[in-house]
């Protein structure tokens, strides 16, 4: 319970891993670098939350680094058809601008792990400019295909979409925000969006006032992020639920960000700081770190942050 | 008790329709102006909870769920607006998950026993229902349609109910800035203040609140026996857990500081085990000073 300020904590990851002299051409515009002067993340802020997207991918070394050209790619974004209340789903400009990325680099075969909610691309005047891109996407099946998780401590089988086992590369978009259960929801708790409802209750112990509850789902979380590596996380922390989440109504944020990174742990890690939580509060973290699936000590990772 | 109470409900719901009760005070079309219910009204029960509002289900599960009714409306100019009504166990259950919803910066509204405005919600307490009205986002506009649906729905359901003997106490006292939040379990405290490890505390039924820049808990056991052998167990296990903090033990309880630097001071007093949280030392005395006035 040290107190650790979070900007000095931030700069001082960033001085060590990236450098002070890369800072001026990424604050600029988020120009590409190469080799190890990459940050881990690139957190943008701004109100425009499409450019904010883009500049977060190129800063982090552009979208080719992660998805090369002719991949088959499964996107999971936090935006199905049951969150419907303010701050509680991905802003759809920073899927338009994904998706504007991958088209400009040449990748086509898209599909969604998950059907975004209908209404979703008209939640943005920008989507008329997209019309064709959005629709070359292709639905999600529905179809389900159980999978054995030999690393998993409780869920040592799920039921996933089965895109998820067939597409070449994961980008996971969910939406940095409050949960009431695990306090904090990112981009490992987002994988529960390629499982199937069933999977997914069987991580709620239910009718139960046991603590033991929030520690089995946050294991739980953990388990199915084994299933596959997420290849590209990009979280939108623009408006989201502070209080009250995953659900709402509750307190919304502006915060304004858009952060992108490859560690589902360093994103989360980074992630729930913006909500005024220290990476080790959230036990998936904490979980997924001493199971060796990552780390949440931030210190071990090189963060660029645009203000 | 707990569970008896909700396997009564949910028997009761079985055989009597009480289900198809609560569907009812659910408006139906233009019966509120021009909105109209999209696709169809839904019921919620048990478990099935978690398919409603996935994570959003945990704190509802821990004070006590029973039911819940949900629909979407939508109005000529085709404005989106939802209403949901949870049926809650009990009283304290209902006012629990209600006052969950409270903001700081909320207004109050007229609707229910008491209900609360938001930028683009509205949370109403009547009875054992708590009743969530809100709109895709802020539109000052439809105001009064979100005031209206609060007040029609919460009219049709005719129980009402006291809060907590707790809440009531403290709010009689007038000490408290703003709401009173009431907590059963730890997924509750959790969102409120993180002790570590959050298993630290055990208890059954807290309230907290602000007096002044402080936040406030109190714990409230059955006897100062069992208040004290959890501030004790208590202790033990955030010591366990966070070595590198310093533990003070007083003659009734104990003070540490936290990440944020906040002074986290622990008293015990008759069956209550209480917590002021926060940077002002002087004022969280003051703070702790005028619970204790409370709880005499």
Known sequence: MKNIDRRNFLKSSLIAGVGLAVLPSLAKGATKLSGSSLPDIASIAGTNHFQSTIDAIEAIGGINKFIPRGSKVGLLINAPGWWTKPGSYTHTNIVLATLKLLNDAGISDICYLIDPAAEFFSRSPLSEKYTSLISSIKKCSGNYVEVNIPNAVKVKKAKVIKELLQVDKLINIPINKHHSGVLYTGCMKNMMGACSGDTNKSFHQSISKDVEDVEHLSQCIVDINHIRKQDLCITDATEVLKTNGPFGPGEIAKINKVFAGSSPVAMDAYGCTLLDYRPQDIRTNVLASEQGFGNYDLKKYSIFEKE | ?296
């Open chain 2, 1 to 296: 008790m707990r569970y008896l109470i909700i396997f009564m409900l949910l028997s009761i719901n079985l055989t009597n329709g009480i289900g198809a009760e609560l569907k009812n005070i659910l408006p139906g079309n233009k019966e509120i102006d021009d909105w109209q219910v999209v696709d169809s009204i839904r019921t919620i029960k048990g478990n099935q909870l978690f398919d409603y509002i996935d994570g959003g289900a945990e704190i509802f599960v821990e004070y006590g769920f029973v039911q819940a009714v949900s629909a979407t409306y939508k109005d000529n100019a085709n404005r989106q607006l939802q209403a949901e009504v949870y049926e809650m166990a009990d009283s304290a259950a209902s006012y629990g998950a209600y006052s969950f919803y409270l903001n700081s910066e909320g207004q109050n509204a007229n609707a229910g026993q008491e209900a609360q405005i938001i930028d683009y919600y509205c949370v109403v307490r009547k009875g054992n229902c708590v009743i969530v009205i809100s709109i895709p986002q802020a539109d000052e506009g439809l105001f009064k349609s979100i005031e209206k649906f609060a007040s029609a729905i919460a009219s049709k359901y005719n129980q009402t109910n006291a809060k907590p003997e707790l809440v009531s106490k403290i709010e009689k006292a007038s000490i408290a800035l703003g709401h009173i939040k009431y907590i059963e379990g730890s997924v509750g405290l959790g969102n409120i203040y993180r002790f570590i490890p959050g298993s630290a505390i055990k208890f059954s039924t807290a309230v907290s609140f602000f007096i002044d820049k402080t936040k406030c808990l109190v714990f409230d056991y059955n006897t100062p026996e069992e208040a004290n052998n959890n501030a004790a167990m208590a202790l033990q296990k955030m010591q366990q857990s966070n070595p590198d903090v310093a533990f003070t033990k007083t003659d009734n309880g104990f003070f540490f500081t936290d990440f944020k630097n906040n002074q986290v001071k622990a008293l015990l007093y008759k069956n209550y085990l209480t917590f002021t949280i926060g940077k002002d030392v002087e004022k969280a005395k003051i703070a702790e000073e005028k619970i204790v006035e409370v709880l005499k």
